[in-house]
């Protein structure tokens, strides 16, 4: 019963949060990155090719105690390498983003854009995943390379 209160209450608050942040009509959204402005210029970038793409993850957990303190390194060795695509692409991806912010480069957008839509048209890593650590290693890796497109 307390649970489900506190739960409606949570839901309460943002909405009520969310009543006080949405704009009145014909004024615009603003995101942290629309104060930052950036210039865009010609500056050169050199845009990695894009990962390895799988459909879907096979990450085992890592911990060999009951209380997820100590690590298999040789489990830890094999989840870095399974889940190196999605790792390399949020890497290049946030890479050319910070290319774009800190240069203005058009060509580290556009990497950030190539890298995405490559992985889109692939349909990396969005298959049902078979085991739990996958599924919060796919939400962890591809949340992180969500920021770059942001």
Request: charged residues 20%.
């Amino acid at each position: 019963m307390w649970r489900m209160m506190r739960r409606a209450s949570f839901f309460i608050l943002i909405f009520c949060g969310l009543a006080f942040a949405i704009p009145a009509s014909g004024e615009h959204l603003l995101s942290p990155w629309d104060w930052a402005k950036v210039v865009a210029t010609d500056a050169p970038y050199d845009c990695p090719a894009p990962p390895v793409f799988s459909r879907t993850l096979n990450v085992d957990g890592v911990y060999i105690d009951k209380k997820y303190s100590i690590i298999d390194e040789k489990l830890q060795a094999l989840a870095n390498k399974e889940s190196a695509g999605p790792t390399d692409l949020g890497q290049y991806a946030g890479l050319a983003a910070d290319a774009w912010l800190s240069k203005g480069s058009r060509a580290a957008a556009a990497c950030v854009y190539s890298l995405l839509t490559a992985a889109a048209r692939a349909d990396a890593w969005d298959d049902k995943m078979a085991k739990n650590n996958s599924v919060y290693m796919q939400n962890w890796l591809l949340s992180g390379t969500a920021l770059a497109y942001l």
